[in-house]
């Protein structure tokens, strides 16, 4: 297994290096995501399937690939249809434009830095596909539905989002359909949730080891919350939404799903 991580950290600094190649050639950055959705999902199952016995990848091992290549095509295959003839990603342009004139060199270095990222999600995957026992148990299962569920929530999401920005009447307001009513990203909420299926199918036998996979959710959350995804997405809407934006977001969870807040209440700081 080890050696397959080797392999898998090798093919993700390959992937990023043309993710950084295909935005410099294009600029089009939404190409840099879908590259890399692929390339953890791809390494993940590959990294999964590894190490099999002397009959082959046992059940664990297939159902964990299974859901890597899952997430993978959903992710992916989404954010490759919505870059389709679209300019930059406001959250990569906002970098772009805080790094100036060294920007090209410094977003290669940024996609190294996803390509470690994710090589520690790859770990994560290889830790749940690999526990020795042979047959699965009802933790694998608990962890696949909790997987699946995300999944579908995160797709719910996307498409309540696309159906709000392909109505003229809403271009310039902010959603507040479904989901996003009660947070401000569901979307990532749910791709958050979806890595929580490993650690439960790493710890699905007890062993110590499972406790690594924990890594999965814990920098999923950093990134999306903290780093990359909330914070540039969301100066971006205060510049090109304003106070209908500011007052969405006095009401609305950030991340978790939570009960909203009232107009009186937010203005009051009464919760």
């Known amino acids: 297994m080890f050696l397959s991580l080797v392999f898998a950290a090798v093919f993700l600094v ?4 043309m993710a950084w190649a295909v935005q410099r050639r294009t600029g089009n950055s939404g190409w840099i995501d879908t590259i890399w959705s692929f390339a953890v999902g791809g390494a993940g199952a590959g990294v999964a399937l590894t190490a099999a016995g002397a009959d082959g990848p046992g059940p664990r091992q297939w159902l964990v690939a299974a859901l890597a290549a899952i997430w993978a095509v959903r992710l992916g295959g989404y954010i490759a249809f919505r870059s389709k003839g679209a300019g930059e990603d406001p959250r990569y342009a906002w970098l772009m434009q805080e790094w100036g004139e060294d920007a090209s060199r410094r977003l290669f270095q940024f996609l190294q830095a996803q390509a470690l990222a994710g090589l520690i999600l790859v770990g994560a995957i290889a830790v749940a596909a690999h526990d020795p026992a042979p047959a699965l148990r009802p933790l694998d299962l608990l962890g696949a539905l909790l997987f699946l569920a995300a999944l579908a929530g995160a797709a719910l999401a996307d498409e309540q989002l696309r159906r709000y920005r392909a109505a003229a009447v809403h271009r310039g307001g902010v959603c507040e359909d479904g989901l996003w009513a009660w947070s401000r990203h569901p979307n ?12 439960v199918i790493a710890l699905s036998g007890g062993a110590p080891i499972g406790l690594l996979a924990l890594a999965a959710p814990a920098l999923m959350y950093l990134l ?17 939404r304003g106070a209908a934006f500011a007052d969405y977001r006095a009401r609305v969870n950030a991340f978790f799903p939570g009960p909203r807040k009232s107009r009186d209440s937010a203005e009051t700081g009464v919760s």
């Open 188 to 199: 990532y909420f749910f791709e958050w949730l979806g890595w929580c299926a490993f650690p």
């Open 224 to 240: 999306l919350a903290h780093v990359s995804g909330v914070p540039p997405l969301e100066a971006h809407m205060e510049r090109s």
């Open 14 to 17: 390959v992937a990023m290096s």
